[in-house]
């Protein structure tokens, strides 16, 4: 069986973010693989250890620096990594990030491809979807459980207020949910023969991909909060008197 995952690389959420003109600041910043993804990546590794055989192929979009997060993958245990190079990535442009991968899926033709559920910068939960879609492959996303026997697949996944159980076939497109497994951490010896390990790099001119298509105009943080305000009153009818008055006249919501 031949699995493909997703690993986006993200700063690290403690790191502290400076923006620019147009991106974030790099000077500093650490950088992690997405939280998610390494549940999508430990799927991988742990469905090829039960089938005995197979390979788990790491891709990830963006410039040289996400070499180091496929590293970590190698030191996890995937059999290859590639780097879908794209100096100037707009980690925002889903369409485009989607169709540079799907090309490359298509390109693999895998059994399953695997994904976290979002990554924790854009939040957008768009890419692994479109890649599905693209690819004419079926999805399920939120998945805390996945059994495969054969072509067929019985997935347990996240719904609103529970579970739900469903049954497909390969090839298939997944998310992962926390809670699928528990990612390993890199042994001394896979982080050493890491280093050693090669990294292909492809253009998206080779995958037939031309140039996305969203351009950042500018970034700027969300305004600051309005302090908050105490109402003084002798009783609840004083409060709400306070309060309508405030909601009517200051901030003109009713």
Known sequence: MKIVV???????TETAIKLGDKSISEAGVKWIISPYDEFAI????????????????????????????????????VDRAIQLKVDD????????????IAAFVKSENPDLVIGGRQSIDT??????????ERCGMGHVSMCTKLEIEGKNVKATKEVEGGVAQVETSLPLV?????????????????????????????????????????????????????????????????????????????????
Request: glycine share 8%; hydrophobic share 40%; net charge neutral.
């Open 6 to 12: 997703l690993v986006k690389q993200v700063p690290d």
């Open 42 to 77: 430990e799927e991988g590794i742990r469905i090829r250890e039960k089938l005995g055989a197979g390979e788990v192929v790491a891709v990830s979009v963006g410039p040289d620096r996400v070499q180091e997060a496929l590293r970590t993958a190698y030191a996890m245990g």
């Open 89 to 100: 990535y707009v980690t925002f442009d889903t369409s485009f990030t989607s169709d540079l």
């Open 123 to 132: 939040d957008s939960s768009q890419v692994v979807v479109q890649i599905a």
């Open 174 to 254: 997944v998310t992962a949910q926390k809670g699928l497994n528990e990612p390993r951490y890199p042994s001394l010896k896979g982080i050493m023969s890491a280093k050693k390990k090669p990294i292909t790099t492809k253009a998206a001119s080779e995958l037939g991909v031309s140039a996305g298509q969203i351009e950042v105009v500018s970034l700027e943080p969300p305004p600051p909060r309005i302090a908050g305000r105490i109402l003084e009153a002798g009783d609840a009818a004083g409060y709400a008197s306070q309060l309508v008055k405030a909601l009517r006249e200051e901030a003109k919501v009713i």
